[in-house]
């Protein structure tokens, strides 16, 4: 577990491109055969990837987190973002083919993934995991890619054409906190979201992925007024503080998976941060 400690916007003029990327990026998600996670002190997140390739994998307990299980008192959202695959949460087994997410609730003990058995799309699962405090239990809970609540958003003249799957969310799978979901922008889309936005209540953390081997997306982040960029590859994630904005532009269509945890669970609590105020 590597860890990460929160920052303030007054710092963000005093790093360079290596700084940024050292506390916001995690270029290495996911690790075949590990359950590879970053501990970041801004809302104490923990994301990451578990890739089972071919085996068991469970998840472990991280001395860093001074608890008797991973999810005492913890909460974890899943996205697969590779082939199918199973999660199984105290003896249950779930199936989660491509784009599926899975809610697992505090107090459950043992989590295993793994791939799926032959003739079920096997083999290739990436797990993307996504995890905050909770201060009580919901049920553990699957919902398949297409089940959530659908909202398509943007128009194909301002290039943010999109399709947003809310998964977990206040309408959705209940949580304590984590709000999360995956966005797919269409053919010729570029733009995840723009005009941009801050939520100060809360941290969110992008995983962008089906970004094609060649592309790029370049994430903005930082205050309106002081903003700063990161140039980020498939399946790699960004830590985004309650502070920064996040908006982001791919050189080609792309998805990602947004989660988010704080304060507030309401999804259109954010505070806009028009074009023309950008600096």
Known sequence: MEQRYATSPDQLPTFDTEALRQRFLVETVFAPGEVNVVYTHHDRIVLGGAVPAGQQLALPTFDEL??????????????????????????????????????????????????APAGEDAGGAQFYLFSAPAHTTHPTQLVLQGQGTVRELGDQLTSNRRTLN???????IRSCQIVMGVTQLHPGSMWNTMPAHTHDRRTECYLYFDVPADARVIHLMGQPTETRHLVVADRQAVISPSWSLHSGVGSAAYSFVWAMAGENQSFDDMDAAPVTSLR
Request: glycine letters at 16%; aromatic letters at 10%; proline letters at 2%.
């Open 166 to 172: 809310q998964y977990i969310h206040a309408n959705g």
């Open 66 to 115: 001074r608890a008797e299980y991973f999810l005492a008192n913890r909460e974890l959202g899943i996205v697969n973002v590779g082939g199918a695959g199973t999660v199984t949460a105290d003896g249950e087994t779930f199936t989660l083919p491509h784009g599926a997410c899975l809610y697992i609730g505090r107090g459950t003990r043992d989590i295993v993934f793994a791939d």
